[in-house]
């Protein structure tokens, strides 16, 4: 049986940042990152050349080093307006000086020239508030897919020079504890680990594995919400606006039918939809490249409904799964791409006249009608959002928008910490998007960095 002082439990960048932070301050330590998925550079989509999910096993794109945020679009928001709340658990300035810690360290490793950086416009914000709309934004660095992979890729190959151990396909089943104080982790393919120090990573597809842990410990958890709603499509320049100045314009409407909150954020400027497998189940995202050459002449975003369900209900992420799945069905195991003017006059959308749309899809989906899948009320404040939205981005309403059905978030249960370090148990934290606290790279990687501290502390 392999022994290491601290086993860090999935490959993305929370896990990263913290075995980066371990090795670097304390040489002597041994550290063991285990990733359920494949090495860096061996992920590679079908999905990529045939345009359309073909159900891997494994998806590459959500699971192995760099998880989900290896193939993303690179957006780095250096602050903590949005993206998680470790500035509420933390505190702004130690959350901020942990942001900071991230953004300089992928400087180190990014070997691509200089990322662009998108500023704070109050212009813009204006503009939104006199449309009855709000605007979020801070100071944004854009890697693109393209330099936030080759980024990844030096960061890990660095981590392997410090001798931390590297171990795709090691999907970690149970973490028992030892009369010995150290903990037992034993994997799918036979290996066991015992570690002083155990670090949850598992990122948003590994909630049933925290959920299973804690109920196990005896570790109290409360559900979080849940986001539905569509990825939308259309030509680059109706967003150019605000895409030149701010990068990613992250909005949130109050529809007026219900009052409810929607979302339009993930912007990708000249971007690509892309397909993703969640554990069997297929739903729409987007991603941009960096380099010039490689963007479309279209882009995307999610526009998102959130819904906080109360008692007695308590399954909102196998709620959200169930409409997902319901696309798949009608789409024959794909999403479905509908075009705006078909939804709102009741038609479903067909490869006809798809085939004669202005806005040409970046991902090959099922022509279909997403109605036939979205409850009432979110539908209603998608249609609401979009319209809303064509108030300060004129063309975004247009017929030939497209929309791909279904994107959905599933935000991991929110455990209770025994403490401010994010301890579940003693000598098992957890960090990322996993944890309930984060929703993006920076705020990720900055709770790995804490983490990794607090364990440096306790040595």
């Not at 895409?243 to 949130?252: G, H, V």
């Amino acid at each position: 049986m392999k022994t290491f002082d601290v086993v860090i439990i999935g490959g993305g960048i929370g896990g990263l940042m913290a075995a980066y932070r371990l090795k670097k301050s304390m040489p002597e330590l041994s550290v063991a990152v285990t990733e359920r998925g494949n090495t860096l550079e061996k992920r590679h989509c079908p999905a990529g050349t045939e345009r359309a999910c073909i159900h891997c096993r494994t998806c590459s794109i959500t699971s192995g080093f760099a998880g989900a945020g290896a193939f993303s679009d690179g957006k780095f928001n250096l602050g903590t307006a949005y993206g998680g709340t470790l500035g509420e658990e933390l505190g702004e300035q130690t959350a901020q000086h942990y942001i900071d810690e991230v953004d300089r360290i992928l400087e180190e490793y990014c070997t691509s020239g200089a990322p662009e950086i998108y500023r704070s416009n109050q212009q813009l914000k204006l503009k939104c508030l006199q449309n009855n709309l709000r605007l979020l934004d801070m100071n944004v660095k854009h890697l693109g897919t393209d330099h936030n992979f080759k980024t990844m890729q030096n960061l890990i190959r660095a981590l392997d020079e410090m001798h931390v151990a590297l171990c795709p396909f090691w999907n970690c089943r149970t973490v028992t504890d030892a009369s010995s104080g150290r903990h037992v982790l034993t994997y799918e393919n036979g290996e066991q680990i015992t570690a002083r120090f155990v670090i949850i990573a598992t990122g948003r597809g590994g909630a049933g594995f925290v959920s299973g842990f804690c109920e196990s410990h005896g570790v109290a958890m409360r559900s979080n919400h849940v986001d539905i709603g569509v990825r939308v499509e259309m030509k680059d320049m109706i967003w150019k606006e605000f895409s030149d100045q701010i990068y990613e314009p992250k909005i949130l409407y109050r529809t007026k039918t219900f009052e409810d909150r929607c979302r339009m954020f993930c912007f990708n400027k000249g971007g690509l939809v892309s397909a993703e497998n969640n554990h069997g189940i297929i739903t729409a995202n987007g991603h941009a490249f960096a380099e010039p050459e490689k963007r479309t002449e279209n882009c995307n975003f999610a526009i998102l409904s959130s819904i906080r369900f109360t008692e007695p209900f308590n399954q909102p992420t196998e709620y959200a799964e169930s409409i997902s799945r319901l696309a798949n069905m009608i789409g024959k195991g794909n999403v479905l791409i509908q075009r705006f003017g078909d939804l709102v006059r009741g038609r479903r959308t067909n490869d006809h006249r798809l085939s004669q749309n202005t806005v040409t899809p970046t991902l090959r989906a099922t022509a279909g009608d997403i109605s036939l899948v979205l409850p009432h009320r979110i539908l209603v404040n998608i249609i609401e959002t979009l319209y809303a939205l064509d108030k300060v981005a004129p063309g975004t309403a247009n017929d030939d928008t497209l929309l791909y059905g279904c994107e959905s978030k599933y935000y991991s249960i929110r455990p209770e910490f025994m403490n401010k370090n994010f301890e579940l148990v003693p000598g098992v934290h957890i960090v990322g998007d996993g944890s309930g606290i984060c929703r993006g790279l920076s705020q990720s990687g900055a709770m790995g960095i804490y983490v990794a501290d607090a364990i440096l502390h306790a040595v």
